[in-house]
């Protein structure tokens, strides 16, 4: 993992994040 541009790190870790608050959402629900 290349942590020199946090611009697209942070991004990245927002697009696995919110599918996967989704998919838990729905587990749950």
Same mark, same amino acid.
């Given at each position: 993992? *290349? %942590? %020199?541009? $946090? !611009? $697209?790190?942070w991004?990245?870790? +927002? @697009?696995? %994040? +919110? $599918? @996967?608050?989704?998919? +838990? *959402? !729905?587990?749950? %629900?």
């Open positions: 993992m *290349k %942590s %020199s541009m $946090p !611009g $697209p790190s991004r990245q870790a +927002t @697009l696995d %994040s +919110t $599918p @996967l608050f989704i998919w +838990t *959402k !729905g587990v749950r %629900s």
